[in-house]
């Protein structure tokens, strides 16, 4: 069996392979980088390892926790300091306020101490309750739903931030149902917004624990553990140009034009972007090559700082703050790593910054030493720092992001229909049900059931 992509989809696919399989059975893992793990990479800044990708797991979805206690990282699970956050807008840092659904405000009190929309889009969201239905029968965006019922300011200051942070998407493009499920469930049947959002907060679990988990030395030690505990043949560099049906199961093509190596497989499972997945997949599936093709990419950089303690007026009091594009900054995101992970304190305030969201590609073609001048400019400006970092790193995610625009949904099940025709046959990833760990594994799991009941049917 062969598993094309050795981010965390990838291996956690090749996990669940030999956990189904056992021992007996071959698994290869073809990773096209020089490195496997995908956007799990950490890194040491000022002597301390820090998350250069993805900086934390969702505790209450609990695949990501699981497989890392699986693969032995039981006991090198942490969880938050703080997870109170800010908004940077008009002009301030302002609390994120209390009872928010993914920017949705539940408690317009909460609201109105947060300050982050103005007076008179305060007065705006209660209309909410007032106003005939929005009736959604399809799919729309999430900037179009949300605006109706409870104005552009509600948008602009609160939900396109935290959609930001999460997709470096824009609102006004993004599904409803593929990236706020629980809002796009209410929106079908109640009429106001603020009630439904209250109900959610409502019927919450009160007692569910931390909402994030990471690890010691961060989420990137995960793909490693997970790769070792797999036994499978993990080769990088060796990236996968064709993939062709056989008689008796699959052919990839890898290597240069020039010298092709041909590996057999009985079964593959694609785990690699949109983009590649497609161009994998054009010969033998190519209804699910051309859907995944539209899949647009978003990229970004995080620019990582570490600064004394004392180069902060006041020690940074949340985990991190957002900022609305409205505000017109280069950064969209701030995490304050040692704040939210004090392990990683050590008389030193690490922090990362995000810069760049969909359309905004030109503020990556800077040179790294511009990068950090934007960052360091932010802080100076939103924390009164002063002095410079003793270290810095920069990392460029180029088109790491996949957009779940309206109709996502839909194109993954086309896809995932197009793929089961074809026996031997799966896909997983972060282009799918998805972006963060627990819902990749999640999707790796699924892929490797389907390949293991392929798999017993044939008898092998």
Request: charged content about 20%; some cysteine; aromatic content about 4%.
């Amino acid at each position: 069996m062969v598993v094309v992509g050795g981010g965390i989809s990838g291996l956690a696919a090749a996990w669940h392979l030999r956990q189904g399989a056992g021992e007996q059975v071959k698994v290869t893992v073809l990773e096209g980088s020089p490195r496997i793990g995908g956007k799990l990479y950490a890194s040491e800044v000022a002597g301390v390892s820090v998350d250069a990708g993805a900086e934390a797991m969702l505790a209450r979805r609990p695949e990501g926790a699981e497989l890392a206690r699986a693969v032995g990282l039981g006991e090198e699970l942490v969880f938050p300091g703080t997870t109170r956050s800010a908004v940077y807008t008009r002009g301030t840092l302002r609390h994120l306020p209390k009872g928010q659904v993914m920017g949705v405000p539940s408690d317009l009190a909460e609201l109105a101490r947060s300050g982050i929309v103005s007076p008179g889009g305060l007065l705006r969201v209660p209309l909410d309750q007032l106003l005939p239905p929005t009736l959604v029968r399809t799919d729309v965006s999430v900037a179009a739903y949300i605006r109706a019922r409870m104005g552009s300011e509600v948008v602009e200051r609160l939900v396109e931030p935290l959609l930001g942070g999460v997709y470096a998407g824009r609102s006004d493009m993004l599904s409803l149902e593929a990236t706020m499920p629980r809002v796009a469930a209410v929106a079908r049947s109640e009429r106001s917004l603020l009630s439904a959002a209250r109900q959610l907060v409502e019927d919450a679990p009160k007692d569910a624990g931390p909402v994030f988990t990471s690890l010691k030395n961060g989420v990137g030690g995960l793909p490693e553990a997970v790769a070792k505990a797999s036994g499978a043949d993990v080769r990088t560099g060796v990236t996968a140009r064709e993939l062709h049906r056989t008689e008796h199961g699959w052919r990839l093509v890898t290597g240069p034009v020039p010298r092709p190596e041909a590996i057999e497989a009985d079964a593959v499972i694609v785990a690699v972007p949109g983009p590649a997945a497609s161009r994998l997949l054009g010969h033998e599936a190519p209804k699910a090559a051309n859907e995944l093709a539209r899949i647009d990419y978003a990229s970004m950089a995080v620019v990582t700082l570490a600064y004394p303690v004392d180069a902060f007026p006041e020690p940074p009091a949340v985990s991190g703050y957002l900022v609305p594009p409205v505000e017109g900054r280069p950064v969209k995101a701030v995490t304050f790593s040692s704040v939210k992970w004090p392990h990683l304190a050590r008389d030193l305030v690490i922090l990362r910054c995000s810069i760049g969201r969909i359309g905004e590609e030109h503020l990556l073609q800077r040179e790294d030493t511009e990068l950090v001048s934007l960052a360091m400019a932010e802080m100076g400006d939103v924390m009164g720092v002063r002095g410079l970092p003793v270290d810095s790193r920069v990392t460029r995610w180029g088109g790491a992001l996949p957009q779940y625009n309206v109709g996502h949904l839909d194109r993954v099940a086309r896809v995932r229909s197009a793929v089961a025709v074809q026996p031997g046959l799966a896909v997983c990833g972060a282009a799918y049900d998805g972006i963060g760990v627990p819902a990749c594994v999640g999707a790796a799991r699924t892929a490797a059931a389907q390949i293991l009941d392929h798999l017993s049917l044939r008898g092998e």
